[in-house]
């Protein structure tokens, strides 16, 4: 092993280039109508961990992340895309690195850009020596460190890396991806079940990091389906709070799906309190790619905001209102105007625990609705009004408020 537990416990400071401190991460205070301080859901008490100029976890800002989706080598191309990704807000960014003139293109592309850098180790472990010093964070995926050095043990292959990350004042990511886990945790649970290999992978690595002293990580646990997503990221957060969460949704392909998909993972997590820093990984022409961040920063609006795409399972005591993004399927712009009136009408119950949904399309109405106390669903002439899966009827947009009215009534009676 090449660490004791207090090795890392003073902040080591390295000479690569100083990044301004100011982070343009998203703002919950700016928001006029604030869902979030409405209804104050307590984030996971994870820790600090400090990214350059960006720090993720504890109180600050979910910090938005980004991809250059060039050829680093290509170090012209690289640069420009950094910087559109720069101009588009990302807090931090990714270069991939695979071979020794990857880690000589980033050493000319990195002193040309102000966003903390971050790079992935793939499956050779060794190459974080030569790129921790460009760097301010390193992502190392526990199943791809038993490629190379075959017969060396797993923890010591930690041990450099975390040796490495120190001394060139680097943060690392634990980076779990359901298509790569650990061969040696998968074995341990059936076949069917893919997430606890996840987890008891990342909660492996946790301790190995914790044992050598090294509390600047955090950790992601990735899958192409939200569902295991969220499965993934909520079982986690609850045996290691304490640990800030990357969250994405891995492949999620194209916009408008790719977007659908992790916003659907993203809200149910936010919500409960889950995720200090979030990547949208979408398939765009390297000219777009600044989508990722628009959209990232755009979903962490919505739900700060109220406006969900599906209806999250835990929200906070009370009275939820939550109203769709909306897009360009809305069928009669009413619905913004009724999702105003509905937060108006309902203030009385503010203290009711009751979830009301209004959706602009029938669409994604119907089924996401369901999940709610009450939920409206916006067709051309008429709306939807349902109480969970059942249909109570179709009502003109002006008469719609005071059957609203008469089941928030009845709702309140019964509990
Ligand atoms: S419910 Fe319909 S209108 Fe609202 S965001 Fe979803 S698809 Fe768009």
Redesign the pocket.
């Known amino acids: 092993m090449h660490c004791n537990i207090h090795k890392y416990t003073k902040r080591r400071v390295s000479s690569k280039r100083q990044r301004p401190t100011a982070s343009p991460s998203f703002d919950k205070q700016d928001l006029a109508f604030n869902f979030w301080n409405m209804n104050p859901t307590t984030r996971n008490p994870t820790r600090s961990v400090q990214i350059g100029r960006t720090t993720i976890g504890g109180d600050n800002p979910v910090a938005v992340q980004s991809m250059a989706a060039t050829r680093t080598q290509d170090t012209e191309a690289t640069i420009r895309q950094l910087r559109l990704l720069a101009e588009a807000g990302a807090d931090v960014i990714r270069v991939a690195v695979d071979s020794k003139k990857d880690v000589e293109a980033l050493a000319q592309i990195a002193p040309t850009v102000d966003v903390p850098l971050s790079v992935d180790l793939q499956e050779n472990y060794r190459l974080v020596s030569s790129v921790a010093p460009h760097v301010e964070k390193i992502r190392y995926n526990p199943g791809h460190l038993y490629h190379h050095e075959k017969n060396k043990l797993v923890a010591d292959k930690v041990a450099f890396i975390a040796d490495e990350a120190a001394k060139h004042d680097c943060a690392l990511r634990v980076g779990v991806n359901c298509g790569s886990v650990d061969p040696a945790q998968a074995e341990r649970f059936p076949a069917e079940d893919s997430i606890s290999p996840m987890i008891a992978s990342a909660l492996e690595h946790c301790e190995l990091l914790d044992r050598l002293g090294f509390t600047r990580y955090c950790v992601s646990l990735k899958d192409s389906d939200p569902a295991k997503v969220i499965a993934a990221n909520t079982r986690f957060a609850q045996q290691r709070p304490d640990v800030p969460l990357h969250l994405g949704v891995t492949e999620a392909g194209m916009p408008p799906e790719g977007v ?1 998909k992790t916003r659907i993972a993203f809200e149910q997590l936010i919500s409960a309190g889950i995720g200090d820093t979030i990547r949208v990984s979408l398939t765009l022409p390297f000219d777009d790619k600044g989508e990722e961040v628009k959209v990232g920063r755009q979903i962490l609006d919505d739900i700060y905001s109220g406006r969900f ?1 599906s209806v999250p399972k835990l929200l906070p005591a009370g009275l939820n209102i939550i109203s ?7 069928e009669n712009e009413a ?1 913004i105007d009724l999702a105003h009136q509905v937060r108006e009408l309902t203030e009385y119950a503010r203290d009711h625990q009751i979830t009301i949904a209004v ?3 029938r ?3 119907p089924g ?1 609705t369901d999940d709610a106390d009450l939920g409206l ?1 916006c067709a051309p002439n008429f709306v939807n009004l349902k109480r969970g899966p059942q249909l109570i009827g179709q009502f003109p947009y002006d008469e719609v408020l005071d059957v609203l009215k008469e089941q928030v009534d009845e709702l309140i009676a019964a509990s």
């Open positions: 659908i795409r769709c993004p909306s897009c360009s399927r809305v619905f959706m602009g399309c669409v994604n109405g996401e669903w």
